[in-house]
């Protein structure tokens, strides 16, 4: 086989293999043959994962991949193994007996969890028939792990003790553990039915004992999850409230986990811990970061026009003019949050749009525009901004002109309909506007 060494210059080069035997023989007796002369194995999807996040992660690394030792196995169709083999050292053919087969690739054997070990694999699925020759061409060995970086804030690193410690969990036992000065990727094997990982960060914060823990769910091949631990500023003053904060410089410790796959897209932030106040909190006058002052952080609900001036609507004269939904005004409003969306819930509380009615459209009574779930094609289908298109933004349209109509399908013009928004900046600020719609003036 030929020498195949990557480097992250020049990984868009797919190997190229020997060219196929012209003067193929056929073997004798029942046996068949595999032809792995030409077998290359692309890994050009490397470069992306490698260099995910570079924005932040100076640990890009330009070193070279070498598949020469990655494993090519074939296995018969009872999982027996039928040969292996490294990449460098495979044969350009090998006699098989007739029957299904299959041959992997993979950069070696995974473990549960490890440090800076991206693990990759490829498969393909052949049948050997008695006297002919079957041929493999290229196989893409994708990332086949899951990667997670932690990371802490400059801010939140001046108060941290040194028995701080981020325990990562995922599958069978697969654990690692981070440190505030940890730099490596973490790698955790990826288990079919086993789609959640536990976060738990532990230690003392400026004094206090803090002890808190996440679990993600949709864990997949080919993800990074960065998770990011900040320190922010209390935005509630109340002192008999508890929760995480430390009384003397009001520092709430918060986590954002932003999730990429291997082709750097972000798919979803979400908020893990709300801020909150600690009992026993007292002023400190050299807070090194004071809350911003009201007026600069609070969230507006800007309604259009035809939401104005009443309290109570008529279902009846909204819409967007399609058959459907026949009216003529806009149930919209613009969402002004100058501290970054968090969250964004709705909540429908009404005797006619129940759970039940709303399955049927593949929605519910609440639902997070941040981080829709299922609800995501449904709420896209309604014309919601969602996952990125909310999180982090200043500014967002919220518009359920769509959506009010069916109200009228109830048949009762009594019933009245409310639509609860509650919107969650990232310091852990709420503000909820609610509409109510009726079927009469």
């Known amino acids: 086989m030929n020498t195949k060494i990557f480097s992250t210059l020049a990984l868009g080069a797919a190997l190229t293999g020997l060219c196929a035997c012209d003067n193929w023989v056929a073997p004798t007796g029942t046996d068949g043959e595999l032809d792995m002369k030409a077998l290359s194995v692309d890994v050009s999807e490397i470069e992306k994962v490698i260099t995910i996040n570079a924005g932040t992660d100076v640990r890009s690394r330009a070193a070279e991949y070498n598949v020469n030792d990655f494993t090519v196995k074939i296995s018969d169709g009872g999982g027996a193994v039928a040969g292996q083999w490294t990449y460098e050292t495979t044969p350009e053919v090998a006699t098989l007996k007739p029957g299904a087969y299959k041959l992997e690739v993979y950069s070696h054997e995974v473990q549960p969890a490890e440090w800076e070990k991206p693990y990759f694999y490829a498969s393909k699925d052949f049948t050997i028939i008695s006297g002919a020759i079957e041929r493999i061409g290229t196989l893409t060995a994708k990332l086949a792990n899951s990667a997670v970086s932690i990371r802490f804030d400059e801010k939140l690193m001046r108060y941290l003790g040194e028995d701080v410690t981020v325990e990562v969990k995922a599958n069978d036992g697969g654990t690692l553990v981070y440190t505030p000065t940890e730099t490596r990727k973490g790698y955790f094997r990826i288990i079919d039915g086993s789609t959640t990982m536990v976060v738990t960060f532990s230690g003392t914060v400026n004094g206090y004992s803090e002890n808190f823990t996440k679990t993600l769910t949709d864990l997949e091949a080919g993800q990074h999850r960065i998770i990011t631990f900040k320190a922010g500023t209390n935005p509630n003053q109340t002192p008999d409230e508890t929760g995480t904060i430390d009384p003397s410089t009001g520092i709430v410790i918060d986590a954002s986990v932003t999730d990429e796959d291997v082709d750097g897209s972000i798919t979803f932030e979400e908020e893990i811990l709300d801020a909150g106040d600690r009992e026993g909190k007292e002023d400190n006058p050299e ?133 609860v928004i509650t919107v969650t900046d990232e310091s852990g600020t709420k503000s909820e506007k609610s509409l109510t719609f009726t079927g009469h003036d």
Do not use: R, W
């Open 287 to 419: 807070e090194p970061n004071p809350p911003t002052p009201p007026g600069d952080t609070d969230i507006e609900f800007v309604l259009c026009d035809d939401l104005l001036p009443e309290d109570v609507y008529n279902y009846n004269e909204f819409g967007d003019g399609s058959e459907l939904a026949p009216g003529t005004k806009q149930a919209k409003m613009t969402i002004n949050c100058p501290g970054k969306i968090a969250g964004l819930t709705v909540d429908i509380k009404s005797p006619y749009l129940t759970d039940e009615f709303l399955g049927g459209v593949g929605l519910s009574t609440h639902f997070d525009l941040t981080d829709p779930k299922e609800f995501e094609s449904a709420l896209k289908g309604f014309g919601f901004p969602v996952k990125n298109e909310v999180a982090g933004k200043t500014t967002v349209d919220f518009n359920i002109t769509t959506l009010v109509p069916l109200l009228s399908l109830s048949g009762d013009d009594t019933l009245e309909h409310t639509f």
